[in-house]
């Protein structure tokens, strides 16, 4: 059968085609000028880097998912540059002029990723992306004895993990409202699920289409602190934790 390779030198217009014909065994080499503003541009090399979008430390595992904005929301065009362990980063070559959304992946599961649009030039690209880590909480609100709603200092709570992270960049979110030793624990589990709900209906701007699907909320009760007798006013105890989850 025939076998065909077709090069095209960097920079050049002429590029060369050579065939070997099996029956015939002899080879043939041609050329073809390609017009100027037919050529395909050079690509430009990208290093990537990860860090913690709250510690910011940097993070050395993973991958990036990479993806034209063109094809977002489809399986088409992904590529997984990896991260070196040692450099901290990945690199990988990219169109010039091009917008990508790119997101850093997990290789432990404790962290999620951040999505962002990233525009290239011409020139080499030196980004770094972030990721949030999901066994940790994002943020944690305290709450005054009994009551359920947010505090002016709890929304700006929210406010500033929005100035960090963004709107509508983690995939799911996990509630967790408690309550301190005082009160019957009935009461305690109809408070901290209260209080959960209120901080849930808040955060659903971190989710996509702020879709309360994607906020999973729960009451898990009295919260006991170490060495405190049982029925102990703890402040520290009326809180709700809000965490990132993969899904």
């Not at 070196?84 to 990508?100: C, E, I, N, Q």
């Not at 880590?133 to 009994?146: E, F, H, N, Q, V």
């Amino acid at each position: 059968e025939d076998e065909t390779s077709i090069s095209l030198p960097c920079g050049q217009t002429r590029a060369f085609i050579t065939s070997w014909d099996a029956q015939s065994e002899r080879p043939g080499v041609y050329t073809v000028e390609i017009p100027r503003e037919h050529l395909p541009r050079p690509m430009i090399q990208a290093s990537l880097t990860v860090r913690d979008a709250l510690a910011d430390t940097l993070i050395r595992q993973g991958a990036i998912q990479i993806q034209k904005l063109a094809d977002a929301g489809t399986c088409h065009g992904h590529h997984f540059p990896v991260i070196d362990k040692v450099l901290g980063s990945a690199t990988t070559m990219l169109a010039p002029d091009s917008a990508y959304v790119m997101k850093a992946v997990s290789s432990t599961g404790r962290y999620v990723g951040i999505p962002r649009t990233v525009r290239t030039t011409s020139g080499r690209l030196n980004e770094t992306l972030t990721m949030v880590r999901t066994d940790k909480p994002l943020l944690s609100i305290w709450c005054a004895k009994g009551d359920t709603t947010l505090t002016p200092e709890s929304h700006a709570a929210i406010e500033k993990l929005r100035s960090t992270i963004g709107t509508s960049t983690l995939p799911y979110l996990a509630v967790r409202g408690y309550c301190d030793g005082s009160g019957s624990q009935a009461i305690n589990s109809v408070i901290s699920r209260a209080r959960a709900k209120a901080v849930a209906e808040q955060c659903t701007i971190f989710v996509p289409d702020g879709d309360m699907r994607r906020v999973r909320y729960d009451g898990l009760g009295i919260e006991r602190v170490s060495g405190a007798a049982v029925g102990a006013d703890t402040p520290e105890c009326r809180r709700v934790d809000v965490y990132a989850i993969a899904k």
